[in-house]
């Protein structure tokens, strides 16, 4: 399987204030986690268990109390932020596109660095995910969920990112385009040799779409294995009681 280590946390620790002025209180605490290059690796976890959190923390977008996060074996503190964000790429559970066209989302990574796609470029890049070029001069607010959620991809995929992190990526779908979704997360890793980190409650995909399933719990990992043996020998009675969600047709993580 794989074996470079492409983001490594240790003792990673997140607080935040509580209503009452105060009061703090640790989102995520001691959390260990390798991920490896080139692999897809699902977070699952009960709703507060810290996983949208834990994907912040890895796109450098959630500060952290204690620990250390490496990336490619070099602090993560070290690295210039705007040069990780474009090597780690979040996708949100509600695409967060500007009210303009597609092509003005997808021109918006490369135009911080004085450049342009060319038509050809930009096509190619909603090939990637699945859409035509008619689609380059839709306006955003015309499009589906499914659309929005494929130029939010394609507009992550812009950066060439190393990492593609997804914040429950078919939350808002039906299950046909859920599963065009992930289909298409799982080629895409595959083309280009992608790592992909994904939140799910798609427990089919977890244990079919993913190499590895993370389980988290009280702001640690409760149980990180290979999918198919997390599915069917457990490590926990914990992740017995996902595996069996899913058996049951669905479980709402």
């Not at 204030?17 to 390798?34: C, N, Q, V």
């Not at 695409?95 to 930009?122: C, G, H, I, M, T």
């Not at 969920?145 to 939350?171: C, F, H, K």
Request: charged fraction near 25%; hydrophobic fraction near 40%.
């Amino acid at each position: 399987m794989h074996h470079s280590k492409i983001l490594e946390l240790s003792g990673v620790g997140v607080r935040k204030r509580r209503s009452r002025e105060d009061e703090y209180s640790w989102i995520l605490r001691g959390l260990d986690l390798t991920v490896f290059a080139g692999e897809r690796l699902a977070l699952i976890g009960d709703s507060g268990s810290g996983k949208t959190t834990l994907l912040r923390v890895l796109a450098d977008l959630e500060p952290i109390r204690e620990g250390e996060i490496l990336f490619n074996n070099t602090p993560v503190r070290d690295l210039n932020p705007s040069d990780y964000r474009r090597k780690v790429g979040l996708v949100q559970q509600t695409p967060a596109l500007f009210d303009v066209d597609v092509e003005y989302n997808l021109q918006f990574a490369p135009k911080l660095e004085n450049k342009e796609f060319s038509r050809e470029e930009l096509i190619s890049l909603l090939a990637k995910v699945g859409l035509g070029e008619k689609l380059l001069g839709a306006k955003v607010e015309t499009l589906s969920v499914g659309q929005a959620m494929r130029v939010a991809i394609a507009r992550t995929l812009s950066m060439a990112p190393s990492v593609l992190l997804m914040d429950e990526p078919t939350s808002a779908l039906d299950p046909l385009s859920s599963h065009k979704i992930l289909e298409l997360v799982k080629n895409l890793s595959r083309e280009m040799a992608m790592t992909a980190v994904l939140v799910l409650h798609d427990m089919e995909f977890a244990k079919n779409g993913a190499d590895r399933v993370a389980l988290l719990h009280d702001g640690r990992i409760a149980a990180c294995t290979g999918s198919k043996e997390f599915f069917s020998n457990p490590p926990t009675d914990l992740a017995k009681r996902f595996a069996e969600g899913l058996s049951r047709g669905g479980f709402d993580a």
